[in-house]
């Protein structure tokens, strides 16, 4: 069964009662990986709110060969966005960050465009991308950021407009994101195998990324950006003798100042890149993602949002292409045959590929994450055989 013939097969609808991938489509995942060009696959199904089926298998780094470690840490990627949002609507349901008041009450970063619309922007903007932000500037020392339209208006997928929050979040937290996700989300819901910042233990067990399908093989490398990152301010952390999961702006900042403003890797290209990031920066195991997915579940035991709170992480407060696609605060939410399902999708430098889908009713959560930048066909193929579902998420 190749890829196409696995997307082909699933062109009516014919949903499963379990997502759990069958002995079929096991079977074929090899040669899947192989045409994907997809090193290394990890992947988790919860059914009825708890985790029923974890498998991973393939190369942590194609070019040396090495093996995975056990409980590997892929990139997230974009898939931090719904950790993230979940976070922040904890810390407004304390009281500590209003979802409607312009994010420059608490913080106006220097980056910022004097534009009128910039000082409208709310963290409930933020969380559904309506802000107008674009999603990550090209030079980021040299351009400010400016919205393109007037924010709540219409979608603008932002990464920058994340980080921002981040740091609005932070300051009204006092906390790093690393340790305020440790705290209000990781260890209450059992997440050991997590982590939004760089260490040596992280470095152990975190898999290299590949590029997207070319003629040539997967070695060499692509530039690891985040990895490249990390490494550099690994030291200075160390000669501080502050980790790199304490770092907030002014740590960053600092470190980038200390590397002379001007640093060797296309991976640093302002202080920002020396830092947790909301956006994108979370590592961790398909299990432990579907760990938290399980927050999302009536019937799960764990850390949940009051009922008001989970409603904005879940259900549509922005529609985009109405009637089957909308915007929660986290999360793209689509009406399928078997009812709402929220999904998200992720994809660092093209070189890690990443799909979470969650049926929050019944409790049912499909997450793969990939290594490989045709982890996106990857995904899919898996999605659509083990679910049943044809998503018009994957149409173009």
């Not at 994907?36 to 990890?42: D, E, H, R, W």
């Not at 961790?284 to 997915?293: N, P």
């Not at 009713?361 to 990857?378: I, K, M, P």
Request: neutral net charge; charged residues 20%.
């Amino acid at each position: 069964m190749t890829i196409a013939s696995a997307l082909a097969g699933c062109a009516t609808p014919r949903p499963r009662a379990t997502w759990q991938p069958d002995d079929a489509v096991m079977a074929a995942l090899p040669d899947w990986m192989q045409r994907a060009q997809v090193p290394a696959v990890s992947m988790a199904v919860l059914e009825g709110g708890e985790l029923a089926w974890q498998h991973q298998q393939g190369l942590a780094n194609a070019q040396t060969g090495q093996a995975l470690a056990p409980q590997a840490l892929f990139e997230a990627a974009s898939l931090t966005k719904p950790v993230f949002a979940w976070l922040a609507l904890q810390q407004a349901s304390e009281g500590r960050l209003r979802l409607d008041e312009p994010l420059v009450d608490t913080l106006r970063p220097a980056w910022l465009d004097d534009h009128p619309w910039s000082a409208r922007i709310t963290a409930r903007h933020v969380l559904c991308h309506t802000s107008g932000l674009p999603n990550w500037r090209r030079e980021p020392m040299k351009e400010t950021l400016r919205p393109a339209f007037e924010p709540g208006t219409r979608l603008s997928y932002s990464g920058e407009a994340f980080f921002w929050l981040q740091l609005v979040v932070e300051q009204r937290s006092g906390l790093s994101l690393p340790r305020l996700a440790q705290r209000a989300l990781f260890e209450p819901a059992g997440l050991r195998d997590s982590d939004l910042a760089w260490s040596e233990e992280v470095a152990r067990r975190a898999v290299w990324g590949h590029a997207a399908p070319q003629a040539a093989p997967l070695v060499p490398l692509p530039r690891q950006m985040m990895r490249e990152a990390w490494l550099q301010a690994l030291p200075l952390a160390r000669a501080w003798g502050r980790p790199l999961a304490d770092w907030r702006w002014d740590d960053a900042q600092r470190a980038f100042a200390a590397l002379g403003g001007s640093v060797p890797s296309a991976a640093v290209a302002w202080p920002g890149d020396l830092m947790s990031n909301a956006a994108a920066s979370l590592r961790c195991t398909a299990a432990d993602y579907a760990r938290f997915l399980r927050v999302l579940m009536p019937m799960a035991c764990g850390p949940h949002l009051a009922p008001a709170w989970q409603r904005l992480h879940t259900e549509p407060q922005f529609e985009t292409r109405p009637p089957w696609t909308a915007k929660t605060l986290g999360w793209n939410r689509e009406q399928t045959a078997i009812g709402p399902l929220l999904y998200h999708a992720g994809n660092n430098a093209n070189q890690f590929r990443a799909f979470a889908l969650a049926d929050v009713a019944r409790g049912h959560a499909l997450v793969v994450l990939t290594n490989g930048g045709g982890g996106d066909a990857l995904c899919q193929a898996v999605v659509r055989t083990a679910t049943g579902l044809a998503l018009r998420a994957f149409e173009p």
